[in-house]
């Protein structure tokens, strides 16, 4: 079996914006979508795992009510931020 080191907070901001996208307003390229997850990453801590097991424990940890509404408020500033100044133009 390979260890691998996988930080999970990526991966439940991406399920987060897949969610939300369609509340956001502004453009919705690709560029525009990976800024939104990159600010919201800068702006949560880390959570990595090296077992299946340790991924399952910090997705469950994800789903308390207190970090999805954080979460949620955190990727609707996202989106505003990235919406007032877009790394792209038009």
Same mark, same amino acid.
């Given at each position: #079996?390979?260890?691998?080191?996988?930080?999970? *907070?990526?991966?439940?901001?991406?399920?987060? @914006?897949?969610? #939300?996208?369609? =509340?956001?307003? $502004? %453009?919705? %390229?690709?560029? %525009?979508?990976?800024?939104?997850?990159?600010?919201?990453?800068?702006? &949560? +801590? +880390?959570? @990595?795992?090296? =077992?299946? /097991? $340790? /991924? &399952?424990?910090?997705? &469950?940890?994800? /789903?308390? *009510?207190?970090?999805? =509404?954080?979460? =949620? *408020? &955190? #990727?609707?500033?996202?989106?505003?931020?990235?919406?007032?100044?877009?790394?792209?133009? $038009?």
């Amino acid at each position: #079996m390979q260890i691998v080191l996988k930080n999970v *907070t990526e991966d439940i901001v991406i399920k987060k @914006y897949e969610q #939300m996208k369609n =509340t956001f307003i $502004g %453009c919705k %390229c690709e560029r %525009c979508k990976l800024d939104i997850i990159a600010y919201a990453l800068n702006h &949560l +801590p +880390p959570k @990595y795992v090296i =077992t299946s /097991e $340790g /991924e &399952l424990i910090a997705h &469950l940890e994800a /789903e308390q *009510t207190q970090f999805d =509404t954080d979460l =949620t *408020t &955190l #990727m609707i500033k996202a989106s505003i931020v990235v919406n007032e100044h877009p790394h792209h133009n $038009g």
